[in-house]
């Protein structure tokens, strides 16, 4: 492919998400002239007025910087595709209603763009997708002289700013030429490449999600075998964990949700036809630790004329986002048990129904931490705290 000369040097579409603002934010901090581009107009006139529509550590100091140097900008043009030499497409695959993944989600959206393409471009997939979605986008894409890369977004929400240019990121390709492409593009963040195939890339996003899915699982399988028999799970991790390398990697008990982890889980069971026991089962226990933990709670308390209080309902801690959050499940098996339920966060700002957390703690007969906030360490109240998380050293065990 020859030499094309392009005004941009990136644009990521979806570039105003929690994926593609970070990513776009960090390529143009290294000079890059990066665009992110969205059709979400409001996020778009929040990233160009620097602000985060989301909360980043470091993020508005780095946008704050990259607005001043001009290299970084944001829009809902979506003309601005064909002025970029490298379109990253941050448009991750769903899955239904049934946890059936959509496989044309992001084909059909590289045809929705394929007008906005040009010769010499390199086109890199960034979001989980179902295995087999980069050929179909090198079909769709067939005849324009467009290169395509499949490159899995690794980063843990919330530490953006520190791991775009700390962890190795994997790059694949069919050709050679098309590796060195993506190897120099990501070199721009990181040291560190991993070469490999667009199938096997798109294996290894899923299976790093799945496999921490899969040990959040039997963490919690654990903790409910130690609380069945009346035991402190949190105290027994502790001990196992304490200067023994190799349990360093056991986790808290707690709710495992979040936009990635259940749904890519589920994505790798399609794809073996649905013969993924482990995974089915680490779906299972994940997804049903709010009910086992509110019939814990109904086994100690008379819960049908009492207010219960969730505190945190993100999906982890320190986070603002609540997609696919476990306390909102809980919420909704709560409300079906007890006379009312009250939920507050620190974080939350996309929830309008939450309340302050002072009014929680002094209307509420029984608190549950919904999420392993920080603040939550110090928690005093003369209220019962159901404490899955074990992080107050004080809850009541149900």
């Known amino acids: 492919m020859g030499h094309v000369a392009f005004p941009l040097d990136v644009v990521v579409v979806g570039g105003c998400g ?7 934010m960090a390529f143009a901090d290294r000079g890059l002239r990066s665009v992110a581009y969205d059709i979400n107009e409001v996020a778009v006139d929040l990233v160009n007025g620097g602000r985060i529509p989301f909360d980043e550590p470091g993020g508005t100091e780095m946008l704050a910087r990259i607005i001043a140097a001009k290299t970084f900008r944001a829009t809902s043009d979506r003309s601005v595709i064909s002025n970029a030499q490298h379109v990253v497409v941050v448009i991750g695959t769903p899955v239904d209603e049934h946890l059936n ?6 084909p059909d959206a590289v045809r929705a763009l394929k007008d906005c393409l040009r010769a010499g471009q390199l086109l890199v997939l960034r979001s989980t997708v179902f295995p087999g979605v980069t050929t179909l986008v090198e079909r769709e894409v067939a005849g324009l002289d467009i290169d395509v890369t499949f490159c ?6 919330g530490k953006a700013m520190t791991e775009l240019f700390t962890l190795p990121q994997i790059v694949s390709g069919r050709t050679d030429d098309v590796l060195a492409r993506a190897e120099k593009l990501f070199g721009a963040l990181t040291q560190q490449t991993v070469r490999v195939t667009p199938e096997e890339a798109e294996l290894a996003k899923l299976f790093t999600n799945t496999w921490r899915y899969i040990k959040f699982a039997a963490a919690n399988q654990l903790y409910m075998m130690a609380n069945d028999a009346g035991l402190d799970f949190e105290r027994v991790r502790q001990a196992i964990t304490f200067d023994y390398p190799r349990a360093q990697d056991m986790p808290r008990a707690g709710f495992a949700a979040g936009p990635c982890l259940f749904k890519d889980t589920m994505q790798l069971a399609a794809f073996n ?3 993924f026991v482990l995974g089915h089962s680490a779906m299972l226990v994940n997804e049903g630790l709010p009910l086992y933990v509110v019939s814990k709670m109904a086994e100690r308390f008379d819960l049908t004329d009492k207010t219960v209080g969730i505190l945190g309902m993100a999906f982890k801690g320190e986070s603002d986002d609540t997609r696919s959050s476990l306390s909102y499940k809980l919420k909704r098996i709560l409300r079906f048990r007890c006379e009312e339920v009250l939920c507050a966060d620190p974080y939350v700002t996309t929830d309008a129904n939450l309340t302050p957390e002072p009014e929680l703690l002094a209307r509420a007969d029984i608190v549950v931490i919904g ?11 003369a209220t019962p705290v159901v404490d899955i998380w074990g992080i107050t050293g004080n809850g009541v065990r149900v």
């Open 18 to 24: 929690h994926v593609g603002l970070p990513l776009a």
């Open 101 to 106: 993944p959509d496989a044309r989600a992001v």
């Open 152 to 157: 899995p977004e690794r980063i843990a929400e």
């Open 273 to 275: 036809d649905n013969k």
């Open 371 to 381: 999420t392993p906030h920080d603040r939550y360490r110090e928690l005093v109240t």
